[in-house]
């Protein structure tokens, strides 16, 4: 280990790898995997081809990076989102965050970064389809353990499936990301997911809870 004061020597970097890699999922997303030339990544990272090589190895590699770090930025996201104390909130804050996500503030909707890009290379690319099936399911599984929280805590049945109730949040996420692309408003999509989500919740909850709201 060296001192931060300490000089260095040789070249210093001359690219931010998140800046880069931020930047390269942008061009990604734009186009998709196959449309996206690599002057077109030189051009959106503001490196040389060498450099690029030199950084995060050819196209392929650098798409594979990109789709890594989408995915741990998403669960992270996700964990904290699915924190609420209540349920419906937990679920409602992760499809208001992906669908500020989906929607940016300029240009076209653009959905999911992930479901976008990657479900089409999947059919031909083996390293894509593990890559894209790992990340939906980590999603599941963050699904899942919230809602066996909300089962401890008495918010959701005792016969209430964790893993198919996880399975229907995710489905309901796709379904904006997919929904976002083709047009649907998020006003539109919004009220799709809240009708998800009290769907969920009432369907799953302990009578109990029930009889509570009634009264």
Excluded at 78 to 85: I, Q, R, T, V
Excluded at 105 to 134: K, N, P, Q, Y
């Amino acid at each position: 280990m060296t001192d931060d004061n300490t000089p260095r020597r040789g070249r210093p970097r001359a690219y931010d790898p998140d800046d880069a890699l931020n930047s390269a999922t942008r061009a990604f997303w734009r186009s998709g995997y196959a449309a996206t030339s690599l002057d077109a990544l030189t051009d959106a990272t503001q490196m040389n081809r060498p450099s690029l090589y030199a950084a995060f190895g050819d196209k392929h590699a650098l798409y594979a990076a990109t789709l890594e770090r989408y995915i741990e930025m998403g669960r992270r996201e996700m964990e904290a989102a699915l924190d609420a104390p209540a349920l419906a909130d937990a679920l409602m804050r992760v499809y208001d965050r992906s669908l500020a996500m989906y929607f940016p503030t300029t240009g076209a909707a653009r959905g999911c970064f992930l479901i976008g890009t990657a479900v089409t290379e999947a059919m031909s690319d083996a390293d894509v389809r593990e890559r894209l099936g790992r990340g939906l399911r980590e999603f599941d599984r963050l699904f899942e353990r919230r809602f066996r929280r909300a089962q401890d805590e008495g918010e959701l049945g005792p016969n209430a499936d964790p893993a198919a109730l996880a399975g229907v949040a995710s489905a309901l996420l796709h379904t904006l990301a997919l929904r976002s692309r083709a047009g649907d408003p998020p006003a539109t999509l919004r009220r799709t997911a809240k009708q998800g989500v009290d769907l969920i919740c009432s369907s799953s909850s302990t009578p109990r809870r029930r009889a509570r709201r009634r009264r």
